[in-house]
């Protein structure tokens, strides 16, 4: 059974850094690619960022675009989202989400098989 355990996240001030951690454990087909999504109180569930699995290849939300990294341990099977210079917007739940087939766009929910349980980031101003 394959399980996304997340840790990480908290409160933290403007301008600050965080990091999230997301293991994937009980796999047993190779992962296309991992993603992390948030959502913010009162609105949808939206992409953050993505990386294929196994390479460098990496997509970002333009919101996060040059202060939020993607990366991966690929023998570890986990994968970390670096966030720096935050801002309040940037309070919400994080996701992770794993990738088995590729069939969708990295940035769709829907291209997503298994998610994490969620962990809360807030920003204060």
């Known amino acids: 059974q394959v399980q996304l355990v997340q840790s990480g996240g908290g409160l933290v001030q403007a301008g600050g850094s965080l990091r999230l951690s997301c293991a994937v454990s009980?796999?047993?087909?190779?992962?296309?690619?991992m993603g992390w999504f948030r959502q913010a109180p009162g609105k949808e569930r939206e992409f953050v960022a993505t990386i294929r699995w196994g390479g460098s290849v990496t997509d970002y939300a333009d919101s996060v675009k040059g202060r939020f990294t993607i990366s991966s341990d690929n023998a570890q099977n986990t994968v970390y989202l670096q966030m720096n210079s935050l801002k309040p917007e940037d309070t919400a739940v994080y996701y992770c989400a794993a990738d088995f087939w590729g069939y969708r766009n990295s940035e769709r929910i829907s291209a997503y098989d298994h998610w994490g349980q969620g962990t809360q980031v807030t920003v204060s101003s």
């Open positions: 009980g796999v047993t087909v190779r992962l296309y690619a």
